[in-house]
């Protein structure tokens, strides 16, 4: 079944954030997934807006999702991202 990881980021130091934005892009195609939104413009048709980055991707499954996260190769991408935001990462079923 399809997944997809939902990722808010407040990004406080956008230099050091694009470190690890270079690292990313490899490491989520080693294991198959893909970026469906990487930032952007947004605009909130309803509720409070918030100043964070969105990211969504799309993977084979929610396990798969924990594998990427888990590995050793995102492990070390996070340290470069230690500093330069906070973030939320969701995992969700899709629909087939």
Do not use: C, H, W
């Amino acid at each position: 079944m399809p997944a997809y990881l939902i990722v808010r980021a407040n990004v406080t130091d956008m230099e050091q954030y694009q470190e690890y934005m270079k690292l990313t892009p490899a490491i989520v195609e080693k294991f198959g997934g893909s970026f469906i939104i990487r930032g952007g413009e947004k605009v909130v048709l309803e509720g409070p807006d918030s100043p964070e980055r969105i990211v969504l991707l799309k993977f084979d499954s929610v396990e798969t999702i924990e594998r990427m996260y888990n590995s050793p190769e995102y492990q070390a991408a996070i340290k470069l991202r230690e500093g330069a935001a906070e973030a939320s990462f969701i995992a969700l079923e899709g629909l087939e």
